[in-house]
T-cell receptor, first 112, second 114 residues
Framework: ETGVTQTPRHLVMGMTNKKSLKCEQH?????MYWYKQSAKKPLELMFV???????ENNSVPSRFSPECPNSSHLFLHLHTLQPEDSALYLC???????????FGPGTRLTVT | LAKTTQPISMDSYEGQEVNITCSHN???????ITWYQQFPSQGPRFIIQ???TKVTNEVASLFIPADRKSSTLSLPRVSLSDTAVYYC???????????????FGTGTQLKVEL
């Protein structure tokens, strides 16, 4: 238990669906991150939020839309995804940007 | 960005000491070296972090030579449960106000057998 929770743990969605991934951290951290991990590939940093402000967007397609309503919660809204978007989506938080990151268990997403 | 290079995989046996070396030839003055561990279908977990010389905690040791162009993660007396992917990251932890983009490489798959 790292203090970072993610829901749902597993999600299957069609290409025309809209869904959201939720991340919550109970550590009092100021920075939160979304990562994508595809099979046999390195983790890809998608978005970084610091004090609820998005500070990094690493060329992620617009079908992924992050939201950070407060420093404890982070969402990833998904719409019209492609099968190649199937992956493990990991949320992390840290005290400040790029300090030690604590990862959640991830959401295993399958796009059919 | 300081790029890191690690072996793709390593094999060991229970009770052995495992040393995983990471090369980071273009490490910057403000960069720290950090290692993470990841089990299948889980998020990475912080193991250890250092800047120079040697750092030790209850899990591992980190050896960093004077030129800091490489580092070695040392796991004493590994067990089956240490089978995982180990990532070496190099970056500025925001201490200078800017902060580098930290990138996870492909990591080293450690397999521990009986």
């Amino acid at each position: 238990e790292t203090g970072v929770t993610q829901t749902p743990r597993h999600l299957v969605m069609g290409m025309t669906n809209k869904k959201s991934l939720k991340c919550e951290q109970h550590l009092g951290h100021n920075a939160m991150y979304w990562y994508k991990q595809s099979a046999k590939k390195p983790l890809e940093l998608m978005f970084v939020y610091s004090l609820e402000e998005r500070v990094e967007n690493n060329s992620v397609p617009s079908r992924f839309s992050p939201e950070c309503p407060n420093s404890s919660h982070l969402f990833l809204h998904l719409h019209t995804l492609q099968p190649e978007d199937s992956a493990l989506y990991l949320c992390a938080s840290s005290q400040d940007r790029f300090y030690e990151q604590y990862f959640g268990p991830g959401t295993r997403l399958t796009v059919t | 960005l300081a790029k890191t290079t690690q072996p793709i995989s390593m094999d060991s046996y229970e009770g052995q000491e495992v040393n995983i070396t990471c090369s980071h030839n273009n490490i910057a003055t403000n960069d720290y070296i950090t290692w993470y561990q990841q089990f299948p279908s889980q998020g990475p977990r912080f193991i250890i972090q250092g800047y120079k010389t040697k750092v030790t905690n209850e899990v591992a040791s980190l050896f960093i030579p004077a030129d800091r162009k490489s580092s070695t993660l040392s796991l004493p007396r590994v067990s089956l449960s240490d089978t995982a992917v180990y990532y070496c990251l190099v970056g500025d932890w925001g201490l200078t106000g800017g902060g580098n983009k930290l990138t996870f490489g492909t990591g080293t798959q450690l397999k521990v057998e009986l």
